[in-house]
């Protein structure tokens, strides 16, 4: 087993060419294009409102969902709804769509989160 492993790395090694200093360097025959372009200017957050639509058609007779875009919440509706004399409850499909205008992001520097103990 040991022999058979042996020959075979000798074998192999004898197969690849040696590196060695004569060997030439490989050179890239590929020409590099380079252009000049102007910066662009930064992205401009939109003030324009956007709008989410919620649609659930649920099975549930309890509960409530709660969506949020960030810390805006955009839909609250119950499941389910009462209906006839004895007040069951049934489940209810839910189509809400909310306009909400985004907000810029703050940068929390300075010494308002410097907290003395």
Known sequence: MKSERAARQA???SERPALTASTPALTS????NTTTRTPQ???QASSAPASLTTIVNSTATDGYIVVKAGADEVARENLWTTRGFFRTRAAKPINVTKEFRPRMPTSNSGSSSNRSA
Request: proline fraction near 10%.
């Open 41 to 43: 200017p930064a992205s």
């Open 29 to 32: 025959t590929r020409t590099l």
């Open 11 to 13: 074998k192999n090694a």
